[in-house]
C-alpha cells in the first residue's frame, strides 16, 4: 500500500538556523509527493509539490526534491523564521488503474522556530 | 464563502450519542474529501466524493460512519453510537478535480469532537 514516513518532531530552531524534515514514502503506481502546511489556528494549506522523479518544489524559500532512488521528498529551508512555525505534513497521491488516489498523509511534523 | 467551511468547530458528546458534521465546499469544486486528525496519528484519510460517481469509503473505520453529499455540495458526516476513540479533528477538503497531479486540497479549519 501507499504510506509517508516522516521525522518525528517537534522541531525547535533558532531564527536563520537551517531547517531539513525528513520524509519517506512507500508507493504503488507513479506518487506525486507534497508538503502541506498548518499554520496555528489555520486550515492545512499546499506549500510545494513534485510530480516525477528528480523534480524540485519550491515555495516561500521552502524547497523538496523528489528523489526516486531513495524514494525520499526531504523539506528544506536555508534559514526559518519565526513566521515559519507551524506543522509541515509530508503526502502522496499515487496514480492506480483507478486513477489518482486520495491524498495519503504523513503524521505531521511540528516546527517552532524561537527569535 | 471563499473557502471550506465546516461547522460546528467544536462539538461536545457524550459516549452513545450519535453527532452530524457539515462541510460547505468552495463553490464549483467537484471533489469533497473527508480526514481524521487524531493527536499523534497525522491525518486519516476517510471517504471522497467525485462528482456524481459512487464515493470512496474505504477509509471508513466502522460502519458507525457513514457521509453523504447532496446535490454535488454540502457533505455531511455521520457518526452514530460515538465511542471516546472517535474524538479527534476532522477535516473536509474540496478541489476544483480528482486529486490528479496538481494535490492542491483545499481544506476548512476541522470540526473537533470531543467524546466523554
Known amino acids: 500500500g501507499n504510506s509517508v514516513t516522516q521525522m518525528e518532531g517537534p522541531v525547535t530552531l533558532s531564527e536563520e538556523a537551517f531547517l531539513t524534515i525528513n520524509c519517506t514514502y512507500t508507493?504503488?503506481?507513479?506518487?506525486?509527493l507534497f508538503w502541506y502546511v498548518q499554520y496555528p489556528g489555520e486550515g492545512l494549506q499546499l506549500l510545494l509539490k513534485?510530480?516525477?522523479?528528480?523534480d524540485k518544489g519550491s515555495n516561500k524559500g521552502f524547497e523538496a526534491t523528489y528523489r526516486k532512488e531513495t524514494t525520499s521528498f526531504h523539506l528544506e529551508k536555508g534559514s526559518v523564521q519565526v513566521s515559519d512555525s507551524a506543522v509541515y505534513f509530508c503526502?502522496?497521491?499515487?496514480?492506480?488503474?483507478?486513477?489518482?488516489?486520495?491524498?495519503?498523509f504523513g503524521k505531521g511534523t511540528r516546527l517552532s522556530v524561537i527569535a | 464563502g471563499a473557502g471550506v467551511s465546516q461547522s460546528p468547530s467544536n462539538k461536545v458528546t457524550e459516549k452513545g450519542k450519535d453527532v452530524e458534521l457539515r462541510c460547505d465546499p468552495i463553490s464549483g469544486h467537484t471533489a469533497l474529501y473527508w480526514y481524521r486528525q487524531s493527536l499523534g496519528q497525522g491525518l486519516e484519510f476517510l471517504i471522497y466524493?467525485?462528482?456524481?460517481?459512487?464515493?470512496?469509503k474505504s477509509g471508513l473505520p466502522s460502519d458507525r460512519f457513514s457521509a453523504e453529499r447532496t446535490g454535488g455540495s454540502v457533505s455531511t458526516l455521520t457518526i452514530q453510537r460515538t465511542q471516546q476513540e472517535d474524538s479527534a479533528v476532522y477535516l473536509c477538503a474540496s478541489s476544483l478535480i480528482a486529486t490528479s497531479n496538481t494535490g492542491e486540497l483545499f481544506f476548512g479549519e476541522g470540526s473537533r469532537l470531543t467524546v466523554l
Open positions: 508507493a504503488t503506481g507513479y506518487p506525486s
Open positions: 513534485a510530480t516525477k522523479a528528480d
Open positions: 466524493f467525485q462528482g456524481n460517481s459512487a464515493p470512496d
Open positions: 503526502a502522496l497521491s499515487a496514480l492506480e488503474y483507478s486513477g489518482n488516489t486520495p491524498l495519503v
